[in-house]
């Protein structure tokens, strides 16, 4: 994707399905395959498994809470929201799903999804059967660590804002944490589109939505980024990495 700024889709992404030996380029366990020293080709047993979905547009949903839950699902492209409601009505952002980052894995433990997922623009899914590759997993360690570590990954965001942070440092927060997670998958991490609402931000991150605007305006006005609507670039990252060290532990 040679660096280019989230969510720009180039046909070749969209279309990617490797080939014969390499997996597609946002495939969430291309890695953990590739440890066990196995390509594409020797893993045609998961690639059966493997069901190319979408697209999807925005405020489709791709899952209800309360459905049953027969599969995991890799987000190819696009960004993904899950969130719940409670018995008042009102919504309570989970978090926001990136290409390369899965999706469904807090069903493991029940029959049905525990959430709602919706996609925020136009999503690419690879849906997994999780019974089959569950077996899978017993014969590849590989495999079986990548979905521990999915897992782990998923819980440890689920409590990274749980801390008494202010604004700025839950702001600050996401915003490198967005910025580590789409550099991981080759887009830019300085450059970026927040295809989330700013208002799904600020329920994300427990804050009031005039309080995001102002955190914004604030970091613009410091020198620490560039904001234009929905377009973000970061400017001072040492200093946002700083701000936000104690919620991210680094």
């Given at each position: 994707?040679?660096?280019?700024?989230?969510?720009?889709?180039?046909?070749?992404?969209?279309?990617?399905?490797?080939?014969?030996?390499?997996f597609?380029?946002?495939c969430?366990?291309?890695?953990?395959?590739?440890d066990?020293?196995?390509d594409?080709g020797?893993l045609?047993?998961?690639?059966?498994?493997?069901?190319?979905?979408?697209?999807?547009?925005?405020?489709?949903?791709?899952?209800?809470?309360?459905?049953?839950?027969?599969?995991?699902?890799?987000v190819?492209?696009?960004?993904?929201?899950?969130?719940?409601?409670?018995?008042?009505g009102?919504?309570?952002?989970?978090g926001?799903?990136?290409?390369?980052?899965?999706?469904g894995?807090?069903?493991?433990?029940?029959e049905?999804?525990?959430?709602?997922?919706?996609?925020?623009?136009?999503?690419?899914?690879?849906r997994?059967?999780?019974p089959?590759?569950?077996?899978?997993?017993?014969?590849?360690?590989?495999?079986?660590?990548?979905?521990?570590?999915?897992?782990?990954?998923?819980?440890?965001?689920?409590?990274?804002?749980?801390?008494?942070?202010?604004?700025?440092?839950?702001?600050a927060?996401?915003?490198?944490?967005?910025?580590?997670?789409?550099?991981?998958?080759?887009?830019?991490?300085?450059?970026?589109?927040?295809?989330?609402?700013?208002?799904?931000?600020?329920?994300?991150?427990?804050?009031?939505p005039?309080?995001?605007?102002?955190?914004?305006?604030?970091?613009?006005e410091?020198?620490?980024?560039?904001?234009?609507?929905?377009?973000?670039?970061?400017?001072?990252?040492?200093?946002?990495?700083?701000?936000?060290?104690?919620?991210?532990?680094?």
């Amino acid at each position: 994707m040679s660096n280019v700024p989230f969510p720009r889709q180039s046909p070749q992404t969209l279309a990617d399905d490797g080939d014969s030996l390499r997996f597609c380029s946002t495939c969430a366990f291309s890695q953990a395959c590739m440890d066990e020293g196995m390509d594409k080709g020797a893993l045609m047993d998961l690639h059966v498994l493997v069901e190319h979905i979408g697209p999807f547009h925005a405020g489709d949903h791709l899952f209800r809470e309360g459905e049953p839950f027969e599969a995991i699902a890799a987000v190819r492209a696009g960004t993904v929201k899950t969130y719940v409601v409670d018995r008042d009505g009102h919504e309570h952002v989970l978090g926001f799903h990136l290409p390369g980052e899965v999706i469904g894995l807090n069903a493991i433990d029940g029959e049905t999804y525990p959430c709602n997922a919706v996609a925020l623009d136009t999503v690419m899914l690879c849906r997994f059967s999780f019974p089959k590759i569950a077996v899978l997993a017993t014969r590849l360690p590989g495999l079986q660590r990548q979905l521990f570590r999915l897992l782990s990954r998923d819980i440890g965001r689920a409590a990274l804002l749980a801390g008494d942070w202010s604004a700025d440092q839950r702001m600050a927060a996401f915003l490198v944490g967005l910025s580590r997670r789409l550099a991981a998958r080759g887009f830019s991490a300085t450059r970026f589109q927040l295809t989330m609402a700013r208002t799904d931000i600020a329920n994300y991150l427990r804050l009031a939505p005039e309080t995001v605007s102002r955190v914004l305006r604030r970091f613009q006005e410091e020198g620490r980024l560039v904001v234009d609507r929905r377009e973000l670039e970061l400017l001072d990252t040492a200093a946002l990495e700083a701000l936000a060290a104690p919620v991210l532990r680094a």
